[in-house]
C-alpha cells in the first residue's frame, strides 16, 4: 500500500577508520557534523570522501590581492574552497560571480556556501561553462580578479558513478556534466585506431598510445562493449604485460591515468573551451585586472603559458608570470594531489 509505512533501513556501519567503498562513508560526506573524524582524515594527507581540497590558495590570494569592493569571477567553482576564500577577501563589500558545469556538484557547493553566510548580494553563481565568459561580463562589467581552476575536483574523482578513476568500478562516462554530449565509453565506439592513438599521445603524452590504442580497438571490434572503468583498466593491463616484472605496476597505473585523463579531456573539449577562455580574457577584465589559472598537465599548462605570452606581446597584458609556480613541499606532502598542479598568472595592461 502507497500508505504502508517503509521498513526502516539500518545504515551501512562506518567500517574501521577510513572505509574503501564511497557511499560507506558517510562521516567523510557529513564533515559539519564529523569534524573530528574529517580532520583526522586531512591530517593523515587524504581526502575526505565528497569533499575537495584546494590547491595554492595563498599563492592565488597573494596574488590576485583582492580588496573589498571589487568584483571578481571564480570561472570553476567546483567545491567552492577557493570562493570561500576569496569571498572572505570581499569582506561582504563587492561581488563575486562563480561558473561551473557540473549540474550534481553545483547546487551543493552553492547550499555550502549559503550556509557560510554567503547570499546572492554577494555571490552570484551560474550553471555554465567558463568559456562563455564574456555573458557573465555583460552582467558583471569589468572584472578586478579572475581565478580558473583547470582540475577536476575531489569529489568527482573519488564518486565512482561518475567514473573518473579506474581505481573503482563504475560507468566509463567521464562528462563534467553527464546531462550533455557523449560518455567516453560512447566515445570509444565511434573512434578510429589513428584517432585514439593521436587523442593518448595529445591529450596525455602517453608513450605507449599506439599499443593501448590497437588493444581497446581490437577488444570493440570482437563486438564487447567498454562500458566500465575497469574493464578499460584491464584492457591496458593487458596490453602493458610486455613490460619488465620490475616496472610493470608502476607504469600500468601511470598508463590507466594517463589515458583516463585523455578520455576526459576529449569527450569534456577541454582543451577548445580553455582556448575560448582565454581568448575572452582580455577582454573582460578591467584595466589592471589580475587572472590565476591553476592546470594539473602539460597541454594545459602550454595553452595557458602561449596565450600569456601571445597577449604581452600584444600589449594586452602588462606583465605574466615569469616561471610557472608549483605548490610547496609541504602542501604536496599534505595534499598529494597537489603534485602536478602549475600556477600561472597575467595582469592586465
Not at 39 to 48: D, F, M, Q, V
Not at 156 to 162: G, K, L, V
Amino acid at each position: 500500500m502507497d500508505n504502508q509505512e517503509q521498513k526502516h533501513k539500518r545504515r551501512v556501519r562506518y567500517k574501521g577508520t577510513h572505509p574503501k567503498s564511497f557511499n560507506e562513508k558517510y562521516k567523510e560526506h557529513q564533515p559539519e557534523k564529523y569534524a573530528e573524524d574529517v580532520e583526522k582524515i586531512i591530517k593523515k594527507g587524504n581526502t575526505p570522501a565528497g569533499m575537495h581540497r584546494s590547491i595554492c590558495v595563498k599563492e592565488i590570494l597573494d596574488f590576485l590581492q583582492i580588496t573589498p569592493g571589487q568584483t571578481g569571477l571564480d570561472a570553476t567553482l567546483g567545491y567552492g574552497g577557493h570562493s570561500s576564500e576569496m569571498l572572505k577577501c570581499l569582506d561582504s563589500k563587492g561581488h563575486l560571480y562563480a561558473t561551473d558545469v557540473d549540474p550534481i556538484e553545483l547546487p551543493r557547493t552553492r547550499e555550502r556556501l549559503e550556509r557560510l553566510g554567503y547570499g546572492p548580494e554577494i555571490l552570484t553563481i551560474r550553471h555554465m561553462n567558463f568559456s562563455q565568459i564574456d555573458e557573465i561580463f555583460l552582467e558583471s562589467g569589468p572584472l578586478d580578479f579572475v581565478l580558473a581552476d583547470l582540475g577536476v575536483s575531489s569529489m568527482q574523482i573519488d564518486n565512482p558513478d561518475r567514473g573518473f578513476s579506474f581505481k573503482t568500478e563504475g560507468p566509463l562516462d567521464l562528462r563534467l556534466n553527464p546531462d550533455k554530449g557523449m560518455s567516453a565509453a560512447e566515445r570509444l565506439k565511434t573512434i578510429s585506431q589513428d584517432e585514439l592513438e593521436g587523442m593518448l599521445i595529445e591529450n596525455a603524452d602517453e608513450p605507449n598510445a599506439a599499443v593501448i590504442a590497437r588493444a581497446i580497438i581490437s577488444e570493440i571490434r570482437k563486438g564487447k562493449e567498454i562500458s566500465t572503468t575497469t574493464h578499460l583498466q584491464q584492457i591496458i593491463k593487458d596490453a602493458l604485460s610486455f613490460i619488465p616484472e620490475k616496472n610493470r605496476k608502476d607504469e600500468i597505473k601511470k598508463a590507466c591515468q594517463r589515458c583516463f585523463q585523455a578520455l576526459r579531456i576529449d569527450v569534456n573539449s577541454e582543451f577548445e573551451v580553455l582556448y575560448e577562455f582565454l581568448e575572452k580574457l582580455p577582454s573582460v577584465l578591467a584595466k589592471g585586472g589580475r587572472v590565476a589559472i591553476l592546470s594539473f598537465h602539460s597541454g594545459e599548462d602550454r595553452l595557458v603559458k602561449k596565450s600569456f605570452q601571445y597577449f604581452y606581446r600584444e600589449g594586452l597584458y602588462s606583465e605574466i608570470a615569469p616561471n610557472v609556480i608549483k605548490p610547496s613541499a609541504e602542501e604536496c606532502s599534505s595534499n598529494p594531489r597537489a603534485r602536478s598542479a602549475k600556477l600561472r598568472w597575467a595582469i592586465k595592461a
